[in-house]
């Protein structure tokens, strides 16, 4: 157990919908990482947080948004979905991405995923 | 071309064996990890380095930064170890310290 919670486990919806997908972070951790991982493109990364605010954008469409709130757990909005949406979303949690500790980078503790299938 | 290579795609190999793993990067790195990934789905971080070697049990972890060139052993497998392994770096660059870029993982299968 990472310590890191995602909600929900699976989701089904029909396009055009829109989702939330909610995570929280270990304790202490201020930085929440959003990733899609679908079967053609693997693992990619979305969207990074860190204290409430957005740090580095990746491979995002405009239609998902995210963000993070005071308590520092963060959600991710899917609309207008399509069938190429349906994959496994991860949200990973550090404690500080700027790694200020010794050790150069920050290791990531992954969540165990939303699966999202859209029909 | 992608930033993070792994070879081999997949992998079999018979209980009690040595594997290797491999990771080639392009980019300007502040560090590599090295992922576990289970048939269920779940991603375990197993290392983080930047520089020479890791063991954690029978798991070995180098990087050789010079030629951006990384392993990943597993000494005396078990179908246990089955499993997708990615190689992931911290990339170097403004406002994405800390974001992963991911190879495509290695899917192993240890037969006893």
């Known amino acids: 157990d990472s310590g890191v919670t995602q909600t929900p486990k699976h989701l089904i919806t029909a396009t055009g919908q829109r989702v939330t997908l909610r995570c929280s972070p270990r304790?202490?951790?201020?930085?929440v990482y959003w990733y899609q991982q679908s079967l053609d493109q693997g693992l990619q990364f979305l969207i990074q947080?860190?204290?409430?605010?957005?740090?580095a954008k990746g491979n995002i469409l405009e239609r998902f948004s995210a963000q993070q709130f005071p308590d520092l757990h963060s959600e991710l909005n899917l609309s207008s979905l399509e069938l190429g949406d349906s994959a496994l979303y991860f949200c990973?949690?550090?404690?500080?991405?700027?790694?200020?500790?010794?050790?150069?980078?920050?290791?990531?503790?992954f969540g165990p995923g939303t699966r999202l299938l859209v029909l | 071309k992608n930033e993070v290579e792994q070879s081999p795609q997949n992998l079999t190999a018979q209980e009690g064996e040595f594997i290797t793993i491999n990771c080639s990067y392009s980019?300007?790195?502040?560090?590599l990890h090295w992922l576990q990934q289970h048939p269920g789905g779940g991603i375990v971080s197993l290392f983080m380095?930047?520089?020479g070697k890791k063991k954690h049990g029978r798991l070995i972890a180098t990087i050789n930064i010079q030629e951006k060139h990384s392993s990943l052993h597993i000494t005396a497998s078990h179908p246990r170890d089955s499993a997708v392994y990615i190689c992931?770096?911290?990339?170097?660059?403004?406002?994405?310290?800390?974001?992963?870029?991911f190879g495509k993982g290695t899917k192993l299968s240890v037969k006893p």
């Open positions: 990973a949690s550090s404690v500080d991405p700027w790694g200020s500790m010794k050790a150069r980078g920050e290791t990531q503790y």
């Open positions: 980019v300007g790195i502040s560090a």
């Open positions: 947080y860190y204290n409430g605010e957005e740090r």
């Open positions: 304790s202490g951790d201020l930085s």
């Open positions: 992931a770096v911290s990339w170097v660059k403004v406002g994405s310290q800390g974001n992963l870029i």
């Open positions: 380095l930047s520089s």
